[in-house]
C-alpha cells in the first residue's frame, strides 16, 4: 500500500468501508464473544511484550528525535508494568457487564403498547489520539465492549508500538470468530488521513479526539463528523478556609507530581486568602522541595522560590513540573477563577466544610468535580470503566470518563398486540 497524499482518500475510503461493514456484525455479536475476543488480546499483549517494548524504543528514539518534552516522552513510554497496566485494563473490560441490549426504561401504554429503550451502538467511532500508545488498546477494548468498530489514528510518535497492539486485538478478534476489520489502524503518519476521517460522514458515526489543544482544535474545527470534544486538562484544585492540612499537602503533591503528563495533573493551586500563611505555604514549600516550579501571584512571591506568575500561566496546560497559584480572598473568587481559566475537565476543592463543598460542586460545570481527593483519579479506570477512550469535556451525550456505557446510543422497541391507533 503506497503512503502517498494522493492515494490517502482511497485508503481511506476503504478502511472505512470495511469499519462498517464490520459494525453491522459486531453490533449483535454474542456478548461471550466479545469477552474471548478481549481475553485473547489480553494473553496476545502479554506474550509479545518483548516485542512491544522492542518496538516502543523505536518510537522513543522517534520522539526524542522531533523534540518531545520530558512530560510527552513519559507519555510515550512503555515498559513491563506498563504494559502488565493495559492486560489488566483489557481483562477489566472483558469482564464488565455488555452494555449492548441492556433496557434502561420499559413501561406500558393505555393503548396496549409496552415500550423499551435499549442501548445499541453507534456504529464507527474514529479515534485520534498523540503519543499514548495505552489509548490504542483503551480505545479498541471499549469500542469492542459497546459493539462499535473502531478506525484508529494515533500519533506519529507511537506508531511502531501501537500497531503492535493493533496486531494483538486483531489476534483476540480472530480467536472470538469475530470481523477482523472490526478494529483498524491508519497505516500511515500522513496528516492527510487525519482531515480525510473528519469528512467520512457516510462511514464514521463520532470522532473522539483525545491529545492536546491543537489537536483538539483543529478536530472541532474541521470536522463534519459529530465529535465527543476531549479538551485539555487545565485542573485547578482550591485549598478551602477549611482545609485540612494532612490532605491538602498530600493531594496536592500527588496531583501535580504523580504524573506530569497526564490530563488529570493539576495545573493551577488557588488558595484562601486565611490560610494563605500557614497550609498554603506549606503547600507551595513542598511543591518547591519536590521540584515543582510555583509560578505565584503577588501574594505567593515572598516565598523562597517562587517565581512571578505571567499572564499566560493563568489556564495554561503544562503538562510539566510547573504549577500556577493564586492566593483568592473567598470561594467565590476561587469558583470566578476556574470559570474564566478552566477547561471544565476536573477540578477539585479541599475542605471539611460541607456547605463549602456544595457550593463549589453546584456553583461549577466541569465534568469531573472532587472533593478532598486528587485530581489524577480523573481516569475511567479508576471510576470503574476498566479503560477509558477520553475524558468529554462536552455537554452533548456523553460527559467525563467515556468507557463502554458511554460509547451506546438507545433505540426504542414498541410492542403491541394488534393495536392501532384510534
Same mark, same amino acid.
Given at each position: 500500500?503506497?503512503?502517498?497524499?494522493?492515494?490517502? &482518500?482511497?485508503?481511506?475510503?476503504?478502511? !472505512?468501508?470495511?469499519?462498517?461493514?464490520?459494525?453491522?456484525?459486531?453490533?449483535?455479536?454474542?456478548?461471550?464473544?466479545?469477552?474471548?475476543?478481549?481475553?485473547?488480546?489480553?494473553?496476545?499483549?502479554?506474550?509479545?511484550?518483548?516485542?512491544?517494548?522492542?518496538? @516502543?524504543?523505536?518510537?522513543?528514539?522517534?520522539?526524542?528525535?522531533? !523534540?518531545?518534552?520530558?512530560?510527552?516522552?513519559?507519555? +510515550?513510554?512503555?515498559?513491563?508494568?506498563?504494559?502488565? $497496566?493495559?492486560? %489488566?485494563?483489557?481483562?477489566?473490560?472483558?469482564?464488565?457487564?455488555?452494555?449492548?441490549?441492556?433496557?434502561?426504561?420499559?413501561?406500558?401504554?393505555?393503548?396496549?403498547?409496552?415500550?423499551?429503550?435499549?442501548?445499541?451502538? *453507534?456504529?464507527?467511532? !474514529?479515534?485520534?489520539?498523540?503519543?499514548?500508545?495505552?489509548?490504542?488498546?483503551?480505545?479498541?477494548?471499549?469500542?469492542?465492549?459497546?459493539?462499535?468498530?473502531?478506525?484508529?489514528?494515533?500519533?506519529?510518535?507511537? /506508531?511502531?508500538?501501537?500497531?503492535?497492539?493493533? #496486531?494483538?486485538?486483531?489476534?483476540? +478478534?480472530?480467536?472470538?470468530?469475530?470481523?477482523? #476489520?472490526?478494529?483498524?489502524?491508519? &497505516?500511515?503518519?500522513?496528516?492527510?488521513?487525519?482531515?480525510?476521517?473528519?469528512?467520512?460522514? %457516510?462511514?464514521?458515526?463520532?470522532?473522539?479526539?483525545?491529545?492536546?489543544?491543537?489537536?483538539?482544535?483543529?478536530?472541532?474545527?474541521?470536522?463534519?463528523?459529530?465529535?465527543?470534544?476531549?479538551?485539555?486538562?487545565?485542573?485547578?484544585?482550591?485549598?478551602?478556609?477549611?482545609?485540612?492540612?494532612?490532605?491538602? *499537602?498530600?493531594?496536592?503533591? @500527588?496531583?501535580?507530581?504523580?504524573?506530569?503528563?497526564?490530563?488529570?495533573?493539576?495545573?493551577?493551586?488557588?488558595?484562601? #486568602?486565611?490560610?494563605?500563611?500557614?497550609?498554603?505555604?506549606?503547600?507551595?514549600?513542598?511543591?518547591? @522541595?519536590?521540584?515543582?516550579?510555583?509560578?505565584?501571584?503577588?501574594?505567593?512571591?515572598?516565598?523562597?522560590?517562587?517565581? &512571578?506568575?505571567?499572564?499566560?500561566?493563568?489556564?495554561?496546560? /503544562? +503538562? #510539566?513540573?510547573?504549577?500556577?497559584?493564586?492566593?483568592?480572598?473567598?470561594?467565590? $473568587? $476561587?469558583?470566578?477563577?476556574?470559570?474564566?481559566?478552566? =477547561?471544565?475537565?476536573?477540578?477539585?476543592?479541599?475542605?471539611?466544610?460541607?456547605?463549602?463543598?456544595?457550593?463549589?460542586?453546584?456553583?461549577?460545570?466541569?465534568?469531573?468535580?472532587?472533593? @478532598?481527593?486528587?485530581?489524577?483519579?480523573?481516569?475511567?479506570?479508576?471510576?470503574?470503566?476498566?479503560?477509558?477512550?477520553?475524558?468529554?469535556?462536552?455537554?452533548?451525550?456523553?460527559?467525563?470518563?467515556?468507557?463502554?456505557?458511554?460509547?451506546? =446510543?438507545?433505540?426504542?422497541?414498541?410492542?403491541?398486540? !394488534?393495536?392501532?391507533?384510534?
Amino acid at each position: 500500500m503506497k503512503d502517498l497524499p494522493d492515494t490517502i &482518500p482511497a485508503l481511506m475510503a476503504d478502511i !472505512g468501508a470495511r469499519a462498517k461493514a464490520a459494525s453491522a456484525e459486531l453490533a449483535f455479536a454474542p456478548a461471550e464473544a466479545k469477552a474471548t475476543a478481549l481475553e485473547a488480546a489480553a494473553d496476545a499483549v502479554w506474550a509479545r511484550r518483548a516485542e512491544i517494548i522492542e518496538a @516502543n524504543g523505536r518510537d522513543m528514539d522517534y520522539g526524542r528525535d522531533k !523534540g518531545l518534552s520530558d512530560a510527552m516522552l513519559d507519555r +510515550l513510554m512503555l515498559d513491563e508494568a506498563r504494559i502488565g $497496566a493495559i492486560v %489488566d485494563g483489557l481483562r477489566a473490560v472483558a469482564g464488565q457487564a455488555d452494555p449492548v441490549g441492556q433496557v434502561m426504561t420499559e413501561w406500558d401504554m393505555d393503548s396496549g403498547l409496552h415500550i423499551q429503550r435499549v442501548r445499541t451502538p *453507534l456504529g464507527v467511532i !474514529g479515534v485520534i489520539y498523540e503519543s499514548r500508545p495505552n489509548v490504542t488498546a483503551d480505545a479498541g477494548a471499549l469500542c469492542l465492549k459497546s459493539g462499535n468498530a473502531v478506525i484508529l489514528r494515533g500519533g506519529s510518535e507511537s /506508531f511502531h508500538s501501537s500497531g503492535l497492539l493493533v #496486531d494483538c486485538l486483531k489476534d483476540g +478478534l480472530r480467536a472470538a470468530g469475530l470481523p477482523q #476489520d472490526a478494529v483498524q489502524r491508519v &497505516p500511515t503518519r500522513d496528516r492527510t488521513a487525519v482531515s480525510e476521517m473528519l469528512t467520512m460522514t %457516510d462511514t464514521i458515526d463520532v470522532i473522539v479526539p483525545r491529545g492536546g489543544k491543537g489537536l483538539v482544535g483543529l478536530v472541532q474545527r474541521e470536522a463534519r463528523v459529530p465529535v465527543f470534544a476531549h479538551l485539555e486538562g487545565i485542573c485547578h484544585i482550591y485549598l478551602d478556609a477549611a482545609a485540612d492540612p494532612e490532605k491538602a *499537602l498530600k493531594i496536592v503533591l @500527588n496531583a501535580k507530581t504523580r504524573r506530569t503528563g497526564i490530563c488529570g495533573a493539576a495545573e493551577c493551586l488557588l488558595i484562601h #486568602d486565611s490560610i494563605a500563611k500557614t497550609i498554603g505555604q506549606g503547600v507551595v514549600r513542598a511543591l518547591l @522541595n519536590a521540584g515543582v516550579e510555583v509560578r505565584g501571584d503577588a501574594a505567593l512571591q515572598g516565598i523562597d522560590g517562587v517565581v &512571578p506568575a505571567a499572564d499566560d500561566d493563568w489556564g495554561r496546560e /503544562f +503538562l #510539566d513540573m510547573i504549577i500556577a497559584a493564586r492566593v483568592v480572598p473567598d470561594i467565590d $473568587a $476561587a469558583l470566578s477563577h476556574i470559570r474564566e481559566y478552566g =477547561s471544565n475537565h476536573t477540578d477539585a476543592i479541599v475542605t471539611e466544610d460541607d456547605e463549602a463543598a456544595t457550593r463549589f460542586f453546584t456553583r461549577l460545570d466541569s465534568a469531573i468535580l472532587m472533593r @478532598n481527593a486528587s485530581t489524577q483519579f480523573a481516569d475511567g479506570g479508576e471510576f470503574g470503566m476498566g479503560a477509558e477512550i477520553g475524558i468529554a469535556t462536552g455537554k452533548m451525550h456523553a460527559r467525563g470518563p467515556v468507557g463502554a456505557e458511554q460509547l451506546t =446510543s438507545f433505540k426504542y422497541l414498541v410492542t403491541g398486540d !394488534g393495536t392501532v391507533r384510534g
